[in-house]
């Protein structure tokens, strides 16, 4: 049988890992390790936090190795490595949103139809909202800002409202991608993991395999078919190694939270980001921001007496990674959008009865990255690349040709799904 290699195990990784099983004889290089929620409760966090100890949001690796932070200026970048790549540290949002993809002459239905069949959605998780939470929504819907119950990834039934989601699901009612990956195994592909792809070898207008690292070790996978699922950071740096440029078009989604004091909001206890309110080029949902609660010093009121609202912003495709680091700052039209944003937040927070003077800023971040090699009209048909040999594909947010603003895991599924079916 064919051999075919995937870098990367998260959405998109996965996805292509468990379509193409059987068909090829896939193996999974996967640069990070097995999936452990952060060790650590509110109460130690709150201490080590008190003592000062938090300083910079880099030192979250040390207790959680599946969080990767990066920093460019202004903004903290995040990302997931390991098994399930950043889903595991997802908050389970399950939206379609292919517009991007649409507007270029990319129909996705067939293969959504396929997600919602075997990734479970729901938004029952509304039947156990707090009051504070559920007094949100009404304040949203006051203002006339159409709140919708955030559609879930999982078998919610099992959650507890722990609002550890960010930080790994311990009570399995979160989807990840780690279940495809076990149905990929299960069927015989092969998962390698600490293993660090640095560069796929072209010869001749083909792929040939890959120079992987384990450690201080190289080895080369060789293949018949190679697929980048490294994410929106991870597979420009390898495409770019392989002598494949890619364009300075990265977005990332970026996040920004405020916050109020309230007595015993207990949003530290809610599932995180319970609803959503749809504008245009940014979302509202209501959010217990940990990176800010962690390393932000204004950040400075109790977990229990914090009640936060998050703006997601959908930014311009103008940014880039390379080895020497990430280059992305927002634009004047980006920050534009960003302060409409901040006060229509503020505005929510306002009614809900939050004193001006109370409300804090919370940390710049953003883990949504793509679009460094965005497919065109012309790849409609392929969603190949015309700057990859026949025999490599992309299979994550790299080929989106714009931000989304919105959780974008079922998209890169369905989107995967499609590159599945063509390389077949
Ligand atoms: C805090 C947070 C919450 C989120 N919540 C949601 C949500 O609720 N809903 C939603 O839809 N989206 C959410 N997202 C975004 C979503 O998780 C990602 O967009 C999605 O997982 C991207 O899928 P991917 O396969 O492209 O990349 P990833 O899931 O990031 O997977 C890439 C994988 O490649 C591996 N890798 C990278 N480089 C290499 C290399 N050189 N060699 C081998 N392996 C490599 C990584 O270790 C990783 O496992 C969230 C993101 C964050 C940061
Ligand atoms: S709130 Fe807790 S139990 Fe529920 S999905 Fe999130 S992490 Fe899992």
Redesign the pocket.
């Known amino acids: 049988m064919k051999h075919a290699i995937v870098?990367?195990?998260?959405?998109?990784?996965?996805?292509m890992a468990k379509e193409l099983q059987g068909r090829f004889d896939v193996t999974v290089?996967?640069?990070?390790d097995g999936f452990r929620p952060f060790p650590l409760g509110l109460p130690a966090i709150e201490l080590a936090k008190k003592a000062g100890l938090l300083l910079d949001e880099r030192l979250i690796s040390l207790s959680f190795p599946t969080m990767?932070v990066r920093k460019a200026p202004g903004m903290v970048l995040?990302?997931?490595?390991?098994?399930?790549?950043?889903?595991t540290?997802?908050?389970?949002?399950?939206?379609r949103v292919d517009q991007g993809l649409q507007a270029i002459g990319i129909n996705l239905d067939a293969e959504f139809e396929e997600v919602f069949r075997e990734i479970p959605v729901t938004t029952a998780h509304q039947k156990r909202w707090h009051r504070h939470t559920r007094r949100l929504f009404e304040v949203c819907r006051g203002l006339g800002l159409d709140p919708q119950p955030m559609p879930?990834?999982g078998e919610y039934e099992k959650c507890t409202s722990c609002g550890r989601?960010?930080l790994g699901c311990r009570h399995g009612a979160k989807w990840d991608?780690r279940q495809f990956l076990h149905i990929a195994h299960n069927r015989g592909a092969r998962l390698i993991t600490r293993?660090?792809?640095?560069r796929v070898v072209i010869e001749n207008g083909r792929a040939r395999g890959v120079i992987?690292r384990h450690g201080c070790r190289r080895q080369f996978y060789r293949a018949d078919l190679v697929v980048v699922?490294?994410?929106?950071?991870?597979?420009p740096?390898?495409l770019q190694s392989s002598g494949i440029p890619c364009r300075p078009r990265l977005f990332v989604d970026p996040v920004l939270c405020l916050a109020t004091r309230w007595p015993d909001a207990l949003q530290c206890r809610e599932i995180?980001?319970p609803f959503a309110v749809q504008r245009d080029h940014f979302i509202l949902s209501p959010y217990f921001d940990y990176l800010s609660f962690l390393f932000n010093k204004a950040w400075s009121y109790p977990a229990r007496d914090t009640l936060g609202i998050m703006i997601k912003l959908a930014d311009s495709s103008v940014g880039s990674i390379s080895q020497r680091g990430v280059r992305k700052t927002l634009t004047a039209l980006d920050r534009q959008r960003l302060s409409g944003a901040v006060e229509a937040a503020r505005e929510i927070l306002r009614r809900f009865g939050a004193g001006e003077q109370d409300v804090v800023l919370g940390t710049l971040n953003?883990?949504?990255?793509?679009g460094m090699l965005p497919l065109t009209e012309r790849e409609a048909a392929s969603l190949h690349h015309e700057r990859l040999p026949d025999n490599l594909y992309i299979?994550?947010?790299?080929l989106f040709p714009e931000s989304l603003g919105?959780?974008?895991?079922?998209?890169?599924v369905a989107l995967?799904k499609r590159i599945s079916k063509l390389i077949a």
């Open positions: 870098i990367g195990s998260g959405a998109g990784g996965a996805t290089l996967e640069a990070g990767r995040v990302n997931g490595i390991g098994l399930g790549g950043t889903t540290m997802s908050t389970g949002n399950a939206l879930k990834m989601c960010v991608s293993c660090r792809a640095e992987a699922a490294a994410g929106g950071l991870g597979t740096l390898i995180e980001m953003a883990g949504h990255p793509g299979a994550d947010a790299t919105n959780p974008p895991i079922l998209t890169i995967a």
